[in-house]
């Protein structure tokens, strides 16, 4: 008989970081959805494994929990240096206080150990299909007017 093989403990490889400039908060109130907040994506940058700018007409779609916590699901795409495009989708949460989470709103700064978010990021690329082959989470940061996160894929 065989021996069984565990199966490898998934690590952690840094692979880019995203700063995406934002628009104002659309807040569209209280829909059969939930609260939903529409946040576009005007521009930005990406660096490391792939670098090249975001593009404007991405957006944030976001459903506000009853306890305050925020779904994300961000969608823009990104045109590299070498002219190919990302399509990256960011599918997570961010949680925290309430006190953390409104400060957060007014757009102050807060240290983002003070609260939780993340995400797990879908990439297409047709220039690119090694983007598409793995699995990628990411640990954000969100400042008045961008977010910034590093995207790390799944080993």
Partial sequence: MAAQSEPPVPMLERSFEVVAELGPLEDHGM???GHRRIIPVTGGTITGDFTGVILDGGADWQTVRSDGSIEI?????ARSDDGSLMYIRAQGVRSGDPAVLEALLRGEEVDPAAYYFRAALTLESADHPEFERSLYVASYVREA???RYVAYRVT
């Fill in 145 to 147: 007017n961008r977010v």
């Fill in 73 to 77: 699901d961000g969608r823009y795409s």
């Fill in 31 to 33: 829909t059969r959805a």
